[in-house]
């Protein structure tokens, strides 16, 4: 074989390699796509069931000591089946099942509940924790682009007693294992988003802070 014809059929195989690699790629993508969607799509059907299916929440704290919460979660089929909320933040395209917890599962399949916080609610004197990933752990992506969010964007949380709105009003960034920020405070109910930061680095952690503007009871009235 001549050293052109070696040339031609290195350029060939060359190209075809290139042109499956470039197949998969769109393929991936699309299906990446597709999955996102589909789990967008459960996200909001949940957000509209969610009022009707849900546990009562006054039986939240007896059901979900501590103590029980590993054993709760190794037995539930799907963190969506046992959801005590839905967090939507249309401004970075977010629907998202909010677990009691933050588990490996619950944060794979949405967000959790940082532990000694509250649970989504209208009362004063509360904060509400809701830990999440950035991008590449879960498809949903749940909380990639919350370092885009800025003063004055709304939150919006739907529980199975009503739904939740809140107005972000700040963001820090803080160390892994300073949960002093988790504090409550007179007359306000607080919710924080908390992820990895920077991102892909993840050697810190984002806060992002919002306040309950409205509900709604209000809303209706």
Known sequence: MSNKQKKDYLSKFLLAVGLIFIVFSIAFLFLNHKRIELKKEESINLEKQIKQELPPFENYEQENRPEEIEQNVASKDSIKDTA???LRIDKIGVITPISDNTSEQSLLEGSGIV???DIPTSEENTITVLAGHRGGINETQS???IDKLEKGDELKITTREEELYYKVVDKEVIEPTDWSKFTREE???KLFLMACHPYPKNDKRLLVKAELIKNDEEINN
């Open 143 to 145: 909380f990639l682009n």
């Open 84 to 86: 005590i909320g839905v």
């Open 115 to 117: 532990e000694d916080t």
């Open 187 to 189: 007359g306000k109910t």
